[in-house]
């Protein structure tokens, strides 16, 4: 019964070339075709007690769905994984499986895992058009504040449930860190905008370019009717190192690189807004906002980009996936290395030189990682005198976020946390009746999988609070 | 989109309009501002609400055309619309408890001045403003400045209306005079900003600045209008956008931020001459 395909390896994902992609936007890898699909999905054991499940943080029925793809049968592949999921064609792109069901599948013990993401994916992009169950109007009003994964999955699932569901975003367009931060290359912004329009089409009403706790309080919303309240407003406002140098011209946060390639489309060439091109590029961070950042530099023309991490390889937090493909492209790792101080030009003799004030260089020491602590953590330490410098005309940081304040100080008896995050039960519930929140406004910066699950779990608390209040 | 419901070009440069866009007229008050796009595709630009209507639910803006964005908005009619409108944003500039204020602005920034001096008047403050231009062809709201000030100084650089000089030598006339505030509000250009905040120093009076440095998001995510305060010696962060743009005068690096200021002068340009070709042709 040759029911499986035995092979050790996950098949491969067909992608762009390396070098060619560098230079362009399109999407990086391009997806199972039918004969790699099916030959993957043979490679799924169909375990009676699959691990692979609990290493989901949604537990996506994963041998459920993989059975469809051998059956080639899309669409119900496709309605298994919704059960659970909200934006497969997402998840399917972005999710860190190599730590979640993946490193769970009893495949990897010898050899590869199943390439699940892989193949959610496969079935996300091909199941053109599926019948979405919907319940009959109840007259329940709920909002949402932010249209990331985790303010869309709030108000797709209840939507679905029959309420009456708006959403509320600061920016002019929907997606939250999907359209604004993750790159075109790897997160097509038209994946996006099919969820988001599907959520239209099943009544959800989005408002954009209104903030809450400005154009609007949570307060006001319940006054206007609203009888729930979810707050997925993300993680908030980058945070730099504090070391010399930072507010040199050529320094920026990667939010705001990333933003001004994405949001403000300045990968364009006939963009107006203004982005530094060309040049050396030094990114700081680990983590899959810095390898978006280095590749996005790339693609903007840059002539070298580095990445500067105070740990190893092991430890870096991004995507490994995306930490290859970095590699593949030409992006140059320092690692076990930290910025002391960024460089600027300062021509004494002419105050007025235009370059003065622009970036010439980071000044880096190098670091090795101490004894493991209690916790198996090594941390990193700085060599003494091992300072250096390397070139650079751009400094993108990329050392994560925190929460933006607003909602907090407008929203009487809102609990927050020491670092500024949202406090929530295991529902969702924050400190205040109706009110909800989840994703990187609860967690800090996280991962899109984490912030839907959480849009998930208040959705279905928000369900049983209001039938409860009726 | 949000309709322009009035529109009138107050200089070659600088044009008022009122936008239709009740959530943002409901809420907003002296030292906030909006972000608009003015098209599909276009780029994100803050400007102050010069002033707001809550009843007729319209907010009025006053810019000056320096670039692409602008240049386009100003090319806008009565009637028509604009994209996005977002606000208000930033925190309300702190009037509570003023009883006698200096307000010193400098060119557009009067326009941010100006609803400032209105609310102080409506609240039975005292208002003395001194308002600078270059020359006498970019002068605005003058009018507008003598209905809700009890003593108006107006200065030209060049002598051509008004007073010849910049807006220091008037506030350290009055300074000498032994004239006393309880707060100084100065809006305008940095530089200006920068010699405001060192002629009142030595007095002690608190000094409040409007710092309009560059945003993308206004909402306090990109990072990208950062200034540095020095608090105790200290350098702080801060963003503009969430934490300002109010700033105490006194505690800002003005230096860094006017270099911040010019670093996308150059593709700026071409934006702009650009946008300006791309129009004179369809003209
Ligand atoms: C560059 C980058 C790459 C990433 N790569 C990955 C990856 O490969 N895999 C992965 O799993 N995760 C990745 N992440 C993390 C992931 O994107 C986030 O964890 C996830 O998007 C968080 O979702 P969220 O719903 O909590 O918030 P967000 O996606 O941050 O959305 C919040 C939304 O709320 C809006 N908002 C904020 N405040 C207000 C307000 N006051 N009123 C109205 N609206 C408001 C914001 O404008 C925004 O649209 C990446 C993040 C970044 C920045
Ligand atoms: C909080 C705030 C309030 C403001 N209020 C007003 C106002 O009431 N009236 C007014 O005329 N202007 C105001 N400005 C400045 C206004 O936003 C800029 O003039 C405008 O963004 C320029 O856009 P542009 O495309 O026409 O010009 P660009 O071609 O982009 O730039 C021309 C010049 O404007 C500067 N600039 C560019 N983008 C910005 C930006 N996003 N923020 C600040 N400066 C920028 C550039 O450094 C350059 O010197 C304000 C700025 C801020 C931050
Ligand atoms: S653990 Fe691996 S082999 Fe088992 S069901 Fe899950 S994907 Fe299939
Ligand atoms: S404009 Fe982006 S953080 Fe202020």
């Known amino acids: 019964m040759a029911k499986f395909n035995m092979s050790l390896k996950k098949n491969e994902m067909p992608m762009q070339d390396p070098v060619l992609r560098g230079k362009n936007f399109s999407e990086v890898a391009l997806g199972y075709t039918k004969e790699l699909a099916l030959d993957e999905a043979n490679r799924c054991l169909e375990c009676k007690n699959p691990t692979c499940v609990q290493g989901c943080p949604v537990n996506v029925d994963i041998p459920g769905f993989i059975k469809k793809i051998k059956e080639d049968d899309i669409k119900g592949a496709y309605a298994i994984i919704s059960k659970t999921s909200s934006l497969p064609a997402v998840c399917g792109r972005v999710c860190p499986q190599e730590t979640q069901c993946e490193a769970k599948c009893v495949r990897a013990i010898k050899g590869e895992p199943v390439g699940i993401g892989r193949l959610e994916r496969y079935v996300a992009d091909n199941a053109l058009t599926c019948e979405i169950e919907k319940q009959p109007k109840n007259g329940h009003k709920v909002a949402v504040v932010g249209s990331g994964p985790s303010g869309l999955t709030y108000a797709g699932d209840l939507i679905k449930m029959g309420y009456d569901v708006t959403v509320f975003e600061a920016f002019h367009t929907e997606g939250g860190v999907l359209t604004y931060g993750i790159p075109e290359f790897r997160l097509p912004k038209q994946i996006v905008k099919d969820e988001v329009n599907k959520l239209k089409n099943l009544g959800v009403i989005f408002m954009p370019n209104v903030v809450i706790g400005r154009t609007l309080t949570i307060e006001e919303l319940f006054e206007d009717g609203y009888e729930a309240v979810f707050v997925g407003s993300g993680a908030g406002l980058p945070n730099f190192m504090k070391i010399p140098g930072e507010s040199l011209k050529g320094v920026y946060s990667a939010n705001e690189f990333l933003t001004r390639s994405n949001l403000m489309k300045a990968y364009r060439t006939n963009a107006t807004t203004p982005i530094m091109k060309g040049g050396k590029v030094i990114v700081v961070g680990g983590g899959n906002v810095a390898m978006d950042a280095a590749r996005t530099a790339l693609r903007l023309g840059a002539e070298k980009v580095t990445i500067v991490y105070r740990r190893s390889m092991n430890e870096l937090p991004a995507r490994r996936e995306e930490v290859e493909n970095a590699i593949e492209e030409g992006i140059e790792f320092n690692l076990l290395t930290n910025p002391v101080e960024i460089l600027g030009y300062n021509n004494l003799e002419d105050r007025r030189d235009p370059k003065n004030g622009f970036v010439t260089g980071v000044k880096c020491i190098k670091m090795e990682l101490s004894d493991p602590d209690e916790k198996g953590r090594r941390r990193p330490v700085a060599i003494p005198n091992s300072e250096f410098e390397i070139e650079a005309d751009t400094v993108v940081m990329s050392i994560g976020t925190s929460p933006n304040p607003l909602i907090k100080q407008t929203t009487k008896g809102l609990e927050v946390n020491k670092w500024g995050g949202i406090v929530v039960n295991e529902n969702g519930l924050t400190s205040l009746e109706g009110v909800y929140a989840g994703g990187d406004a609860v967690t800090g910066a996280s991962t899109v999988i984490s912030a839907m699950g959480a849009g998930k779990i208040a959705a279905k608390a928000t369900d049983e609070y209001i039938k409860s209040k009726a | ?283």
């Open chain 2, 1 to 283: 989109m949000f309709e322009i419901v009035y529109k009138k070009v107050l200089n070659p440069t600088v044009t008022l309009m009122d936008i239709k866009a009740p959530l943002v007229a409901r809420k907003a008050e002296p030292g906030q501002f909006i972000i608009l796009r003015v098209d599909e595709d276009g780029e994100r630009i803050p400007l102050t609400v010069a002033g707001y209507d809550r009843e007729k639910g319209t907010i009025r803006i006053i810019f000056q055309t320096v670039g692409a964005t602008t240049y386009k908005l100003s090319l806008k009619e009565q009637g028509e619309y604009i994209q996005d409108f977002c606000g208000p944003l930033g925190k309300p500039t702190e009037l509570d408890g003023l009883k006698n204020v200096l307000i010193v602005g400098g060119g557009v920034g009067c326009a941010i001045a100006l609803p400032i001096a209105e609310e102080l008047k409506r609240r039975g403050a005292k208002v003395t403003s001194v308002i600078g231009f270059r020359t006498k062809d970019l002068l605005i709201l003058e009018d507008e400045f003598k209905a809700c000030s009890d003593k108006l100084v107006v200065m030209t650089d060049d002598g051509s209306y008004g007073t010849q000089g910049n807006v220091c030598a008037p506030i350290n006339q009055m300074f000498e005079n032994g004239e006393k505030f309880d707060k100084v509000i100065t809006i305008g250009p940095l530089i200006m900003m920068k010699f405001v905040v060192s002629a009142v120093k030595p007095t002690e009076i608190p000094c409040d600045v409007s710092m309009n440095p560059i945003m993308i998001d206004g909402t306090g995510m990109c990072g990208g209008c950062r200034l540095t305060l020095i608090q105790n010696g200290e350098r702080v962060t801060k963003f503009a956008c969430v934490d300002g743009p109010d700033f105490n005068g006194y505690e800002v690096d003005f230096d860094e931020a006017m270099a911040r200021g010019v670093m996308y002068k150059d593709f700026e340009r071409h934006a702009y001459e650009d946008a300006c070709n791309l129009f004179k042709g369809v003209k």
